[in-house]
């Protein structure tokens, strides 16, 4: 079984600029997840879609990130312009549902600079 | 709103020696999932071990268990016979079981090395 698939692994880009993130969940997988993850802290989440509907975007800093989830399927998740403290891994997440008892399975992660 | 504290940042363990990494949390759910998740060095996050509150049992998967104490709200995990694949960062999180909307909540993590 193929895992989550993320591109591009690594995004360096000057401040103001704008970047986008792919992720491609597990086949089957109804819930999809983007988690903001800066160096020496835990993953935060941004955004969770329920096939294509966003179910939480709580944290997602609206004024700049945008995300979707297109099909219920892949998804892309959008920043623009980029702050220097947007500097972070964003992991690309999914699971069968978004009950607890079901497994997230999480992707490699972009590693995004903001110079 | 939930929170989940690792106050150790760093811990290190002789290979084939057990560790215990510690974690409480402050909810006022009744129903909700504990877990522990690895994040080895440039590799992807994996889910180790899940704890239903509601279950009494401490869960275990191999050499990994954990001590759930409900009502001080802590949730520890023990590795057993140190590998040095074990060699990692590990977080703690929360999931409350309110239907297909929650979501994880994650501690800060703590860097765990095996040394040889």
């Known amino acids: 079984e193929a895992g989550v698939a993320q591109s591009p692994r690594y995004k360096i880009i000057e401040k103001r600029q704008s970047v986008a993130f792919w992720c491609n969940p597990i086949?089957?997988?109804?819930?999809l997840y983007w988690y903001q993850q800066i160096l020496g802290q835990g993953p935060k989440l941004l955004i969770q879609?329920?096939?294509?509907?966003?179910?939480?975007d709580s944290q997602l800093p609206k004024d700049r990130f945008s995300a979707e989830r297109l099909k219920g399927v892949d998804s892309t998740l959008k920043i623009q312009p980029a702050k220097l403290e947007d500097s972070a891994v964003y992991l690309c997440?999914?699971?069968?549902?978004?009950?607890?008892?079901?497994?997230?399975?999480f992707g490699p992660g972009t590693r995004l600079t903001v110079t | 709103a939930q929170t989940v504290t690792q106050s150790q940042p760093e811990m290190s363990v002789q290979e084939a020696e057990t560790v215990t990494l510690s974690c409480t949390y402050d909810?006022?759910?009744?129903?909700?999932?504990l877990f522990w998740y690895k994040q080895p060095p440039s590799r992807q996050m994996i889910l180790v071990i899940r704890?239903?509150?509601?279950?009494?049992q401490n869960a275990t998967e191999n050499r990994f268990s954990v001590n759930f104490q409900k009502a001080a709200k802590s949730f520890s995990l023990k590795i057993s016979d140190s590998q040095l694949g074990d060699t990692a960062m590990y977080f703690c999180?929360?999931?409350?079981?309110?239907?297909?909307?929650?979501?994880?909540?994650f501690g800060k993590g703590i860097t765990l090395s095996v040394r040889p």
């Open positions: 999180a929360f999931m409350s079981d309110t239907g297909a909307n929650s979501k994880l909540t």
């Open positions: 879609f329920q096939n294509n509907g966003v179910v939480d």
């Open positions: 704890q239903e509150a509601y279950k009494q």
């Open positions: 997440a999914s699971s069968l549902n978004g009950r607890g008892m079901y497994e997230q399975y």
């Open positions: 086949s089957g997988h109804a819930t």
């Open positions: 909810t006022s759910e009744s129903n909700y999932y």
